[in-house]
């Protein structure tokens, strides 16, 4: 290798002196046909040998220059960095309405979607598709209120705003567009349940807040000195009070259900121990009833992901509802089923007159009762069912009534 690149550094450098070797071979045949002296000669191939000696190094070929990304390019490389780093869903869009990039918490909230996609492609609402177009058109930064409803209910405010960069791609696509997801869910969800509580809480107070002032004008006028009818009017008393804190508790209770909604527990959860738990609670509950809670366990254990005392409270709902509003039955059972990749079941049975079909639809409802009178007898409050719901929908799980007239009700929970 170095032999060959040695002969061509002295073939250039004598084809660089081509007219001084052409004087100088031409000259030794002038001497040769004139007969010339040796000395002269020599002078002449000394010229040649110092000629090639001046001719500098050959220089080494330039290296090959890496080409390097545009300005505009690079910045949108930072952008999409910073934007990784944010908890909010964005996706920045190309004058052309396509999908350059999405950061990682748009792909948890809405899924992949591929570089290049047309946004109109991707996302279905007219009033974000619009409002992107009319940025486009303007270069004025809009934003509106939208909701999803699936995988589950979310309510964003959908900001887009132009962010000018240097060059990106082509020629023309000297900007892109920022549209911006800020999650307002939980906000939304205060202040309904504020507005629910109000409607709610004035609704079903007022008829024992009424029957403890009449009590109590009583007690100051006609009844004030007859000791009969204090301790029977203290009794009642009681009675609607204590209603009233149940009413409250569930209240409560159900409005930090719905706002932990969207939060699936992961706390591994046995069922078998849990229900053997809840049946030897509300034991002495059904024995005054007239009831037999009987348990139907599988030999191996069943375990699902979920919040233990939330589940507590569901079958606690279930069992308590199924010895009281099927107590003509005299029976309870409870069973277990499913595990090692079949869906895992709970069911609470009772051989109790059942529900009309009508009403099955709605006795999740809050404050839906089949039954006026009989619900408040037995001292339920109208949301023990809405409770129920609450909690499986944020264990991800259903719940499934079948009901026959005469025969009884099957609540079942499917996970």
Aim: proline share 6%; hydrophobic share 40%.
């Amino acid at each position: 290798m170095q032999e060959t690149t040695f002969w061509r550094t002295i073939g250039t450098r004598i084809w660089a002196e081509k007219w001084l070797i052409g004087l100088t071979l031409a000259g030794c045949v002038g001497m040769i046909v004139t007969n010339g002296h040796a000395v002269l000669a020599g002078a002449l191939w000394c010229v040649l040998v110092l000629a090639l000696l001046r001719q500098p190094a050959m220089p080494a070929p330039p290296a090959a220059i890496e080409p390097s990304p545009s300005t505009g390019e690079a910045e949108l490389a930072t952008l999409e960095t910073g934007f990784d780093a944010l908890d909010m869903p964005v996706l920045v869009i190309g004058p052309d309405e396509r999908v350059l990039f999405q950061n990682q918490a748009a792909e948890k909230a809405f899924g992949v979607i591929p570089a290049n996609s047309d946004l109109s492609g991707r996302v279905r609402s007219p009033g974000i598709l619009d409002m992107v177009r009319e940025t486009i058109a303007t270069g004025r930064i809009y934003q509106i209120e939208h909701s999803e409803r699936l995988p589950s209910e979310a309510v964003y405010i959908v900001r887009v705003a132009p962010a000018a960069l240097s060059g990106v791609g082509s020629e023309n696509a000297d900007t892109v567009y920022v549209v911006s997801y800020r999650d307002i869910s939980q906000a939304r969800r205060i202040d309904r349940m504020r507005s629910d509580f109000v409607a709610n809480a004035s609704h079903e107070l007022r008829t024992p807040l009424a029957s403890l002032r009449g009590f109590i004008e009583t007690l100051q006028g006609p009844a004030r000195n007859d000791v009969k009818a204090h301790e029977r009017f203290l009794g009642i008393m009681l009675e609607q009070a204590t209603r009233m804190s149940r009413l409250v508790d569930d209240l409560l209770s159900l409005s930090r259900l719905e706002l932990k909604s969207h939060i699936a527990p992961e706390e591994d959860v046995a069922l078998g121990p849990l229900l053997g738990h809840v049946c030897d609670t509300l034991g002495p509950l059904a024995q005054e009833l007239g009831v037999t809670i009987s348990l139907d366990l599988p030999p191996t254990a069943v375990i699902v992901q979920g919040d233990r005392d939330e589940l507590i409270e569901v079958f606690e709902n279930l069992v308590e509802n199924a010895c009281k509003y099927g107590q003509e039955g005299e029976t309870v059972e409870v069973s277990l089923s499913g595990g090692s990749g079949d869906p895992v079941e709970v069911s609470v049975r009772d051989r109790g007159p059942g529900i009309p079909a009508e009403h099955v639809p709605r006795i999740t409802e809050r404050f839906y009762r089949v039954n006026v009178e009989a619900s408040r007898s037995k001292k339920g409050t109208g949301l023990g069912l809405a409770i129920v719901k609450h909690i499986l929908t944020r264990h991800r799980a259903r719940l499934i009534v079948r009901s026959v007239l005469g025969e009884g009700t099957v609540f079942t929970v499917r996970f």
